[in-house]
């Protein structure tokens, strides 16, 4: 691990670029933008200025404070540093709740030291929530007032409250097919949460979040708030959730062995 004092910087950097990017993203939700069409021949992808802009400004931050870090985005090319730090970035993770005047969208930031993440910030501007993974630990801010975040107990698949933003659209017929099993066995399911979903995982109000097509920076932010907070994050064959793909979240890390064989059966069909 680094020293503490790097880490410290780092996270107080990232708070506050959190902040600056509430001031870009905020105005643009209450007031309304457009949405260009990313992905002009399949499923739509939406992308606003306030994306773009805001990546930029997060970028341009990063860059003057910490020159040697690497820089992951989700609207702009890579950048390649020069040490052991990378930045991992979605700035507004959720647009098409954004677009629709839903509140759940966020700002992702994840740092990582030797490409494992280690600092995450899942920021909801227009919830004035934000919730923070570090040095172990995971905590809610909300007016400057700091609440840790524990994941619940929940040892039995029946009795548990599922996630997943959007069934039909990210996951395949196979996949779909597995979620089913799960959800029809689960306690009850909410959707259309994005990021929302594994912050509320975090505070122990849901136990299971499970997803696919997801690109890191859908998900790197998370793993350290999960993780802090108790609970677990692997892809569907039981590995390191950073480069996403097929994701499953876990508040109660015990209830992943009951999902596993479910999501088996997709990874072998």
């Given at each position: 691990?680094?020293?503490p004092s790097q880490i410290e910087?780092?996270?107080?950097?990232?708070?506050?670029?959190?902040?600056?990017?509430?001031?870009?993203?905020?105005?643009?939700?209450?007031?309304?933008?457009?949405?260009?069409?990313?992905?002009?021949?399949?499923?739509?992808?939406?992308?606003?200025?306030?994306?773009?802009?805001?990546?930029?400004?997060?970028?341009?931050?990063?860059?003057?404070?910490?020159?040697?870090?690497?820089?992951?985005?989700?609207?702009?090319?890579?950048?390649?540093?020069?040490?052991?730090?990378?930045?991992?970035?979605?700035?507004?993770?959720?647009?098409?709740?954004?677009?629709?005047?839903?509140?759940?969208?966020?700002?992702?930031?994840?740092?990582?030291?030797?490409?494992?993440?280690?600092?995450?910030?899942?920021?909801?501007?227009?919830?004035?929530?934000?919730?923070?993974?570090?040095?172990?630990?995971?905590?809610?801010?909300?007016?400057?007032?700091?609440?840790p975040l524990k994941t619940q107990?929940?040892?039995?698949?029946?009795?548990?409250?599922?996630?997943?933003?959007?069934?039909?659209?990210?996951?395949?017929?196979?996949?779909?097919?597995?979620?089913?099993?799960?959800?029809?066995?689960?306690?009850?399911?909410?959707?259309?949460?994005?990021?929302?979903?594994?912050?509320?995982?975090?505070?122990?109000r849901i136990d299971l979040v499970?997803?696919?097509?997801?690109?890191?920076?859908?998900?790197?932010?998370?793993?350290?708030?999960?993780?802090?907070?108790?609970?677990?994050?692997?892809?569907?064959?039981?590995?390191?959730?950073?480069?996403?793909?097929?994701?499953?979240?876990?508040?109660?890390?015990?209830?992943?062995?009951?999902?596993?064989?479910?999501?088996?059966?997709?990874?072998?069909?």
């Amino acid at each position: 691990m680094p020293n503490p004092s790097q880490i410290e910087n780092r996270l107080d950097a990232a708070c506050n670029m959190a902040a600056q990017a509430r001031t870009l993203t905020l105005p643009a939700f209450v007031s309304g933008l457009c949405a260009e069409n990313k992905n002009e021949t399949g499923v739509f992808d939406p992308v606003t200025k306030a994306d773009k802009d805001t990546e930029l400004l997060l970028r341009k931050l990063i860059e003057k404070n910490f020159p040697g870090d690497s820089i992951v985005g989700e609207e702009y090319p890579n950048k390649i540093g020069n040490n052991d730090w990378s930045w991992c970035l979605d700035p507004i993770d959720g647009t098409r709740a954004f677009v629709a005047g839903v509140p759940v969208w966020s700002t992702l930031i994840a740092i990582s030291y030797q490409t494992e993440p280690i600092i995450g910030i899942i920021d909801h501007p227009a919830l004035n929530e934000r919730y923070i993974g570090a040095l172990g630990k995971a905590w809610r801010e909300n007016d400057r007032k700091r609440t840790p975040l524990k994941t619940q107990n929940c040892t039995r698949l029946n009795d548990a409250v599922l996630s997943c933003t959007e069934p039909m659209a990210m996951l395949s017929s196979g996949q779909l097919a597995a979620y089913e099993m799960i959800r029809r066995t689960a306690r009850f399911t909410r959707l259309g949460l994005d990021a929302y979903a594994y912050a509320l995982t975090a505070a122990g109000r849901i136990d299971l979040v499970i997803e696919a097509g997801l690109a890191p920076y859908d998900i790197q932010s998370h793993i350290p708030i999960i993780k802090g907070a108790g609970g677990a994050v692997t892809t569907w064959s039981g590995g390191n959730a950073k480069n996403g793909g097929a994701i499953v979240c876990a508040g109660d890390p015990r209830l992943l062995e009951q999902v596993y064989p479910y999501l088996q059966r997709e990874l072998d069909s």
